[in-house]
């Protein structure tokens, strides 16, 4: 007799990562908590198609045609990673961390800081217009 293999579907998945980022949040139960839930809430306000993952051994991810950003928590900080921040136009100076990178650009948001809200959702949907011209212009390469 045959074993099939069940794989799980991106809704399940998905609703495995965010159940974990719930989870999370509620395990922190601090002010890296309620931030973390805040930049959660902007992200889907920005891009309500945005996948949330679970990567790295517990790391939350937002993806949409590849990763947006993670959103790490620390002692003293929570840092959102722009996986490809570095190429991303950053008008209102959101980006205060990993600077020096050829890639990467984090905002690192310390407790009772206020995060402009206007201003990350922008970031964020460049992002994702970054990703999807990125993949729109390598699926063009391999058809030609």
Not at 14 to 21: F, H, N, R, V
Not at 69 to 96: I, R, W
Request: proline share 2%.
């Amino acid at each position: 007799m045959k074993k099939e293999k069940t794989r799980a579907t991106e809704e399940e998945v998905a609703s495995s990562a965010s159940q974990l980022i719930d989870a999370r949040i509620k395990e922190l139960g601090d002010w890296r908590g309620e931030t973390l839930a805040r930049v959660r809430a902007l992200i889907k306000q920005a891009d309500p198609d945005v996948i949330e993952e679970w990567k790295w051994r517990g790391v939350p991810v937002w993806s949409h045609g590849g990763i947006i950003c993670t959103g790490e928590t620390y002692n003293s900080f929570v840092k959102m990673t722009f996986a490809k921040g570095a190429s991303l136009e950053d008008p209102s100076n959101l980006f205060n961390a990993s600077l020096e990178g050829n890639t990467r650009r984090a905002i690192d948001i310390r407790e009772g800081e206020s995060i402009d809200e206007n201003a990350l959702k922008t970031l964020i949907r460049a992002a994702v217009d970054l990703n999807t011209s990125v993949r729109a212009a390598a699926r063009t390469k391999s058809v030609e």
